[in-house]
């Protein structure tokens, strides 16, 4: 079983920053990527950044030189430094893995974490 533990949402005002971190845990044999989302009310949920295993990054294009994915040596927490927010922000934020597990290859998510941008 895998896990997949989000932190450090919460509200911020437009123009700070919060860093969301995601804990994966549970039997994995490998993980191809590691990757955040995002659903905002009445919208469809969106990817906002990945990281693959080795190390390359992809963004949204609207949040290039504002969001920043991250890791750490074990490759098995990611991190999303978010700077300059602005109220469209808002949104419940999913931390997303595709790797291989007992299992076989699967896409496993969080809870989610409540990010909220005030104007």
């Known amino acids: 079983q895998v896990q997949l533990v989000e932190s450090g949402g919460g509200l911020v005002q437009a123009g700070g920053s919060l860093r969301l971190s995601c804990a994966a845990s549970?039997?994995?044999?490998?993980?191809?990527?590691m990757a955040w989302y995002r659903q905002a009310p009445g919208k469809q949920r969106e990817l906002v950044a990945e990281?693959?295993?080795?190390?390359?990054?992809n963004y949204a294009d609207s949040l290039k030189g504002r969001f920043t994915i991250s890791r750490d040596n074990a490759k098995t927490t990611v991190y999303l430094q978010m700077n300059n927010m602005k109220p469209e922000d808002t949104a419940v934020y999913y931390c997303?893995?595709?790797?291989?597990?007992?299992?076989?290859?699967?896409?496993?998510w969080g809870q989610g974490t409540q990010v909220t941008v005030s104007s």
């Open positions: 990281i693959t295993s080795g190390g390359t990054t």
């Open positions: 549970g039997i994995i044999f490998s993980i191809n990527t």
């Open positions: 997303n893995l595709d790797g291989r597990t007992r299992g076989g290859r699967g896409t496993y």
